[in-house]
């Protein structure tokens, strides 16, 4: 979603903000195609077959990104080597068990136990980030992992352990997220975002060996689709971000258990269960709340220390 009025002029906020929520939607539906396929092909072909032709084709929409914001070479250096390394260990961790639970749980439901990634966030923020987090963000967390309890239902005779896999890459997902964090400090977007590709690349190009069956029929194309539509939806969730506040994308995030509950009801003729539908809603009340609440603390840090400077 390139800026078209450059030209004449800055785009006005709600301009920005319409672009935004139009990137979010079209990101949100793009990735939720990428899982769909994700679990049709998981059906049949290893995991790390999986990685690789979605780290492969997701190539050109990220280097049309990084073409974009340009930069030059030098913005593609890493300065925390180590930094990147760990992050895409993370993220790698996140989409081999995210992948391996697809294959188990209808997809709305492995969606919705995913959404537990922003109160692990929040959560790991305080030890590793050092960040403030108040007692009524620690409800939202705690409520928000009571509504994942009600999803998995541990204990009762319906409890699916293969939804670990789930809440392990939504973990391994929100470790990557602090480490960005951390990254970003030092390091520029397109070299966090190439170095991440790359090492995922790399890494499950070495364990194909280990575990490769060749595509047959139209397989091929469909493992072409997973990447693309992978790098194009990562694509328009970064111009989501870059053109509105996270306040305003993040409801939008959520669109994706309507398309996932579509696709799963399309394709496998899966209908997530009223545990799922309650849980999910207690899971995205609470990551709401944390994105509203970290929206208004960020202001009020930022006065605090300018009213300490001038003191």
Request: proline share 5%; aromatic share 12%; with cysteine.
């Amino acid at each position: 979603m390139p800026d078209t009025r450059a030209g004449n002029g800055a785009i006005g906020t709600q301009d920005r903000i319409g672009l935004g929520i139009a990137g979010i939607l079209i990101g949100t539906f793009a990735l939720s195609i990428m899982d769909g396929l994700a679990k049709w092909l998981g059906q049949g072909y290893p995991i790390a077959e999986l990685v690789f032709f979605r780290s492969l084709f997701a190539l050109p929409p990220a280097l049309f990104i990084l073409w974009q914001q340009g930069g030059g070479r030098a913005s593609l250096v890493p300065r925390w080597k180590a930094g990147h390394v760990i992050r895409a260990a993370l993220g790698l961790g996140a989409i081999f068990a995210f992948f391996n639970g697809l294959r188990y749980l209808q997809l709305a439901e492995a969606l919705s136990i995913a959404f537990a990634a922003p109160l692990f966030v929040t959560a790991l923020s305080v030890p590793i980030l050092g960040e403030r987090v108040g007692p009524r963000r620690w409800a939202a967390v705690v409520a928000g992992f009571l509504g994942v309890l009600v999803m998995t239902r541990p204990g009762a005779e319906t409890f699916r352990p293969e939804a670990l896999y789930i809440l392990a890459a939504a973990l391994c997902y929100a470790l990557a997220m602090l480490v960005t964090r951390r990254l970003a400090r030092t390091d520029t977007t397109p070299a966090i975002m190439l170095s991440g590709i790359s090492i995922s690349l790399v890494v499950s190009g070495l364990a194909l060996p280990f575990g490769w069956r060749t595509p047959v029929g139209g397989d091929f194309w469909l493992f072409v689709l997973l990447g693309l539509v992978g790098g194009i939806g990562m694509y328009f969730m970064t111009q989501a971000y870059r053109y509105a506040p996270a306040a305003v994308i993040a409801p939008f995030d959520y669109t994706a258990l309507i398309w996932g509950t579509l696709i799963g009801w399309l394709v496998w003729h899966e209908l997530p269960g009223a545990n799922v539908w309650l849980g999910a809603a207690i899971v995205i009340a609470s990551g709401l709340y944390i994105v509203h609440r970290e929206t208004r603390a960020g202001p009020r840090a930022a006065r605090r220390a300018a009213r300490r400077a001038a003191q």
